[in-house]
């Protein structure tokens, strides 16, 4: 059975930083897209972030400087690293998996990328107050 099981949301003042990792299991194929997703209170789906099974990734415009994505192979986890946190950033961080089509990274960029993916995980909030 497939999971991700994500972690590291948490409450912190604006200007830090935190670390999201994101795991998947119950895979044994070795191609994946995977990505971070956010969603704020009466707000659409935010695509922030895609990395492949390759390493290869794609940030949208919104974040880059100040987030990262990267990918531990060995454990089939990625990591969402974001710094100078802002209280615009405060939402629940998702994080997705893209097992059947295996669409290019550069596709999270796109509107409506979640119906890219096929699994996601249960979701960890972010808070950030000024």
């Known amino acids: 059975q497939v999971r991700l099981v994500e972690s590291g949301g948490d409450s912190v003042q604006s200007g830090g930083s935190l670390r999201l990792s994101c795991r998947l299991t119950g895979y044994r194929q070795r191609a994946y897209l995977m990505a971070w997703f956010r969603q704020s209170p009466g707000m659409e789906r935010e695509g922030l972030a895609a990395i492949d099974s390759d390493g290869d990734s794609s940030l949208v415009d919104s974040v880059k400087g100040r987030f990262t994505i990267s990918l531990d192979k060995g454990s089939d986890t990625i990591f969402l690293d974001m710094h100078n946190l802002q209280p615009e950033d405060t939402a629940m961080y998702y994080c997705?998996?893209?097992?059947?089509?295996?669409?290019?990274?550069?596709?999270?960029?796109?509107?409506?990328?979640?119906?890219?993916?096929?699994?996601w995980g249960q979701g960890t909030q972010v808070t950030i107050s000024s």
């Open positions: 997705a998996a893209d097992l059947q089509g295996i669409h290019p990274h550069w596709r999270i960029r796109e509107p409506r990328a979640e119906a890219l993916f096929d699994y």
